[in-house]
Nanobody
Framework: QAQLVESGGGLVQAGGSLRLSCAASGRTFRHYAMGWFRQAPGKERAFVAAISPTGGTTYYEGSVKGRFTISRDNAKNTVYLQMDSLTPEDTAVYYC????????????????WGQGTQVTVSS
């Protein structure tokens, strides 16, 4: 059983940056694709970015491409989401997810979820 713990959320002004971290327990982190999802008030949870187990392949939702960067450090069992040029539309609870032996993560097939971290971008 793996545990995912997100951190790094907070309040930032538009145009600013935040870096989210997701620390995973367990010794098989390197076998999991990792992803970030977000849920804004009144909306469904949506895909943001994902990274393959080795970090060689990354995926981004269109509106964050070029602004957000997902990365991972398998030695530290941690995945990151660097968020730059933030806008109020990025305000949401951000969730980390893991999926075993896949190159990406989908909301319906993820094996584990974190508890979420709030990101608020003020205008």
């Amino acid at each position: 059983q793996a545990q995912l713990v997100e951190s790094g959320g907070g309040l930032v002004q538009a145009g600013g940056s935040l870096r989210l971290s997701c620390a995973a327990s367990g010794r098989t982190f390197r076998h999991y694709a990792m992803g970030w999802f977000r849920q804004a008030p009144g909306k469904e949870r949506a895909f943001v970015a994902a990274i393959s187990p080795t970090g060689g392949t990354t995926y981004y939702e269109g509106s964050v491409k070029g602004r957000f960067t997902i990365s991972r450090d398998n030695a530290k069992n941690t995945v990151y989401l660097q968020m730059d040029s933030l806008t109020p539309e990025d305000t949401a609870v951000y969730y980390c997810a893991a999926e075993y032996l896949r190159t990406t993560v989908t909301s319906s097939t993820a094996d584990y979820w974190g508890q979420g971290t709030q990101v608020t971008v003020s205008s």
